[in-house]
C-alpha cells in the first residue's frame, strides 16, 4: 500500500515538476509511510527525491518506532550532537538545487534553516501534490472511513433515544460522557466534542462551558476522532452533528429543521462526480435561501476528511473542481440565530461512480428527549 503511494507521489512530482518532497510533522508522513512523527524540536522529516530511495532523517533513539519499512526508507538516524538539516542536504543529494516541496505542517524554525541551508533550490507547497492524491480515497481508507463513522453513529443514538441523560447538567458534564462513549467505539483519541445548548448553539464552534441544559431548548452535538488502527497504520478521523430537543420543540424551530434537513439532503443528492464542489454547495444552499434562512448559514458545506479532520476537497463558493470518486466529506449546512437558537445537520458522504453514499447513518431527524 505505501509504496504504491510514494509511487503515486512521484508520478505527481514529475506533472508538477518537483524534484524532491520534504515532508515532517502532520497528517501527510503517516499517509505516505505509516509512520507519524513527533511534533517536538528535534527533526524527523522525509525525503523523497524523484528518483532514488526515499530517507527518513529521525532522532536516532526513535528508529525503533519505524516500524517494518526497511523495505520502504532508508533511515538516516541522528544523536544530539549532530545538525539533522546537513542530513536532509546529503539525502537531497543533486535534488538540493531543484524545486523543493515542503509539508505544510513544518515547523517554521526548520523551514527557515533548510532555506538557509539550501538557497540554490526553489521552494513550493508539497500540498499541490500530495492534496490531490489524499483527496482520491482508495477502497480501503473508505473503509476505515465507514468504521469510524460506526462508531460515532453508536454515540450519536444513544444521544437520540435519551441513554445520556441532559437536562439538568452542564454542557462539560455531558462532552465528558460524549469523550468516553467515543472511545469506547473504535477511537483512540477524540479530537473535538461540542456540546451547544439553547442560545449556545447559535454559536457554529461554540467552546462547550459550564452552562446547565435546560428543559425546553435546542442542543446541538458535533463530535468526532481518529480511530484506532493496527501499528504502522495512520487512523481515520469521524465528524458528526446532530440535534436534540429537551421537550417539545415549537413549530417555529421544527419548520426550520425540516428546510435544513432537506438543504442536507439536496446537498447529498448533488455530490455526484463530476459534479463542482461549488455547485453541491449551492444546492443545499438554495433550500435554505428560499425557506428564509440564508443569511443565518454562515459557513461552507463541506470539508473534505481522512487522517486529517479538514482536508481537500471542500465544498465552498468558488471551488469549481469537479468531485472525483473516492473524494469523502462533510456535508452540514446550518443556520445560526445569534443569541437565540441554531442547528446543523452533518454526515460524512463519499462520492462513487454509483452515487453518493453516507458514511454516516444515524438518524438525521430532530430528537426529541422528555423534559
Not at 442542543?219 to 429537551?246: H, I, K, N, W
Not at 461549488?278 to 458545506?301: I, K, N, P, Q
Request: charged fraction near 25%.
Amino acid at each position: 500500500m505505501f509504496s504504491q503511494r510514494v509511487e503515486r507521489v512521484r508520478t505527481a512530482m514529475r506533472a508538477e515538476g518537483v524534484d524532491a518532497v520534504l515532508l515532517s510533522v502532520g497528517p501527510d508522513l503517516p499517509w505516505l509511510t505509516g509512520f507519524t512523527a513527533m511534533a517536538q524540536e528535534r527533526l524527523t522529516m522525509l525525503v523523497l527525491p524523484r528518483e532514488g530511495a526515499p530517507t527518513l532523517v529521525v532522532p536516532s533513539f526513535e528508529t525503533e518506532r519505524v516500524v517494518d519499512r526497511e523495505k520502504l526508507l532508508t533511515l538516516s538516524p541522528w544523536g544530539e550532537t549532530d545538525d539533522p538539516v546537513e542530513l536532509v542536504a546529503d539525502a537531497l543529494g543533486g535534488a538540493a538545487t531543484g524545486r523543493l516541496a515542503i509539508g505544510d505542517h513544518t515547523w517554521s524554525r526548520f523551514l527557515v534553516a533548510l532555506q538557509r541551508r539550501l538557497a540554490s533550490g526553489s521552494w513550493t507547497d508539497a500540498g499541490s501534490v500530495l492534496g490531490p492524491l489524499r483527496a482520491a480515497k482508495d477502497d480501503a481508507e473508505i473503509d476505515a472511513l465507514a468504521r469510524a463513522g460506526a462508531g460515532v453513529d453508536v454515540v450519536a443514538t444513544e444521544l437520540q433515544n435519551g441513554d445520556i441523560p441532559l437536562i439538568g447538567r452542564s454542557e462539560t458534564e455531558v462532552a465528558a460522557d460524549l469523550r468516553a462513549r467515543i472511545l469506547d467505539n473504535g477511537h483512540t483519541r477524540v479530537n473535538f466534542c461540542i456540546v451547544a445548548s439553547g442560545p449556545n448553539s447559535s454559536s457554529p464552534h461554540h467552546d462547550t462551558g459550564d452552562r446547565v441544559i435546560q428543559a425546553g431548548e435546542p442542543v446541538l452535538f458535533d463530535f468526532g476522532g481518529t480511530t484506532a488502527e493496527p501499528v504502522g497504520q495512520p487512523g481515520y478521523c469521524s465528524d458528526t452533528t446532530r440535534m436534540v430537543f429537551t421537550g417539545d420543540p415549537p413549530e417555529e424551530f421544527t419548520e426550520a429543521y425540516e428546510a435544513l434537513a432537506a438543504a442536507q439532503e439536496a446537498g447529498y443528492q448533488a455530490a455526484q462526480v463530476g459534479t463542482p464542489a461549488e455547485e453541491v454547495d449551492r444546492a443545499a444552499r438554495d433550500v435554505l435561501t428560499s425557506a428564509g434562512l440564508g443569511a443565518y448559514f454562515l459557513h461552507r458545506l463541506g470539508h473534505g476528511i481522512g487522517v486529517e479532520g479538514h482536508e481537500d476537497p471542500y465544498l465552498v463558493g468558488g471551488n469549481a473542481e469537479p468531485l472525483e470518486a473516492g473524494n469523502a466529506f462533510s456535508i452540514e449546512p446550518g443556520f445560526y440565530i445569534q443569541g437565540r437558537w441554531g442547528a446543523r445537520i452533518e454526515d460524512i458522504v463519499v462520492a462513487t461512480a454509483d452515487g453518493p453514499r453516507r458514511l454516516i447513518n444515524s438518524s438525521r431527524r430532530l430528537a426529541i428527549v422528555e423534559a
